[in-house]
């Protein structure tokens, strides 16, 4: 079996750890770094095609949130085309709080991605499919929440 790259499992390893800080930041805009213009993302609630779906979908929250994400277990597979598909196993702690006092975990999800280089010949993510293994309801983003993918 042929693994990618040095190189490549850095700079994707990176790339998924702006898509949490992005998150986690609130920082959305950012994720027009992260995300393929056409980005395929599913998630929570249901299908969004675009960043700007996807950006609209983080913003659309209404009240404070505060969120750290996880990646681990990330497992790549060139896919012959030039994209790399991608396993991986994330976590994600929770609060409807600006200010939270405990720690809750929100979700623990299975991603599929799918990677591909951008015009500017850095990766992005061209599709996430995130399937939830464990999830505490009570944790999920506060009203105003679309059931578009946003986790």
């Known amino acids: 079996m042929t693994g990618v790259d040095p190189a490549t499992r850095a700079a994707l ?20 770094d992260v995300l393929a213009p056409d980005v395929h993302y599913v998630g929570a609630g249901g299908e969004l095609t675009g960043v700007e779906a996807v950006i609209a979908s983080f913003r659309a929250r209404t009240g404070p949130r505060t969120t750290r994400h996880g990646l681990g277990n990330l497992l790549l ?8 598909t991608a396993l ?4 994600t702690f929770a609060s409807n709080s600006a200010h939270p006092r405990g720690v809750g975990l929100y979700q623990v999800a299975d991603f599929a991605d799918v990677y591909a280089r951008g015009g500017d ?5 061209a599709e996430r499919v995130i ?10 983003p506060g009203p105003g929440a679309t059931s578009g993918g946003a986790l």
């Open 77 to 84: 597979t060139p896919a012959g085309d030039g994209r790399v």
């Open 121 to 125: 010949g850095d990766w992005r993510i």
């Open 88 to 91: 991986s196993s994330w976590h």
């Open 13 to 32: 390893a990176d790339l998924n750890a702006r898509f949490a800080w992005s998150l986690d930041r609130h920082r959305y805009e950012d994720l027009r």
């Open 131 to 140: 399937r939830p293994v464990f999830r505490e309801p009570g944790l999920a």
